[in-house]
């Protein structure tokens, strides 16, 4: 069992930065892929970015080279830095775990989730 809480959503204006941090419990951390989603109010869970339990990462287009996922195996955080915001990033960000190694893009292949944190972009 892994619980999962995220950190460190807020407000922002267009074209700023904030770092999401989202801490794992459990001696298993390692373990497990690591993966961000966002959901906006009226559409489905959207995938962001995933990283494997050694680091390799993969990204949705949509963020590519805006947002950066790290892990920190010895704190069992993972986290998520978004930069260059846009009004579009608006959404409710959840971390989740997943056995597959190096992650995946599809919300029903993860096996844990945190409650999520709000990120709200203005124009």
């Known amino acids: 069992q892994v619980q999962l809480v995220e950190s460190g959503g807020g407000l922002v204006q267009a074209g700023g930065s904030l770092r999401l941090s989202c801490a794992a419990s459990g001696r298993t951390f390692n373990s497990y892929a690591m993966g961000w989603f966002r959901q906006a109010p009226g559409k489905e869970r959207e995938f962001v970015a995933t990283?494997?339990?050694?680091?390799?990462?993969y990204y949705a287009d949509s963020v590519k080279g805006r947002f950066t996922i790290s892990r920190d195996n010895a704190k069992n955080t993972v986290y998520l830095q978004l930069n260059s915001l846009k009004p579009e990033d608006t959404a409710v960000y959840y971390c989740?775990?997943?056995?597959?190694?190096?992650?995946?893009?599809?919300?029903?292949?993860?096996?844990?989730w945190g409650q999520g944190t709000q990120v709200t972009v203005s124009s």
């Open positions: 990283v494997s339990w050694s680091g390799v990462t």
């Open positions: 989740a775990a997943t056995t597959r190694h190096y992650g995946s893009q599809y919300p029903g292949e993860y096996d844990f």
